[in-house]
């Protein structure tokens, strides 16, 4: 399994940004479409920490408290791709974006150790 990241970039506070992360292979026959999937953040000398994430059978998604509002995530089963709107851009969004995927669709996919497969991630820089 392989997942790419790309969106990533430098915006004003208050811009907006769309991440992609595409997905690829498979583990044991699980793909995309047995997968939950997340993004999580990691900023410069800070800790990892999710940010949102949508199990496979699309319900209602969960989002971090500092996000919500602000950011949506979705998927594209056809396209085995998932995505994260980013608006309303704040400086403190400065980070490193991680798609991830549970090929378990665990319950818990809010939860870092929950999750398979990472990719490299994708700068967001958000000036003030």
């Known amino acids: 399994v392989q997942l790419v990241e790309s969106g990533g970039g430098l915006v004003p506070a208050g811009g907006s940004l769309r991440l992609t992360c595409a997905f690829s292979g498979s583990d044991h026959g699980r793909t995309f479409g047995s997968a939950a999937m997340a993004w999580f953040r990691q900023a410069q000398g800070k800790e990892r920490e999710f940010v949102a994430g949508?199990?496979?059978?699309?319900?209602?998604?969960k989002y971090a408290d500092s996000v919500k509002g602000r950011f949506t995530i979705s998927r594209d089963n056809d396209k085995r791709t998932v995505y994260l709107q980013l608006d309303h851009l704040q400086p403190d969004d400065t980070a490193v974006y991680l798609c991830?995927?549970?090929?378990?669709?665990?319950?818990?996919?809010?939860?870092?150790?929950?999750?398979?497969?990472w990719g490299q991630g994708t700068q967001v820089t958000v000036s003030s």
């Open positions: 991830t995927a549970d090929l378990s669709d665990s319950a818990a996919y809010d939860t870092e150790g929950e999750f398979d497969y």
């Open positions: 949508i199990r496979r059978g699309e319900v209602i998604p």
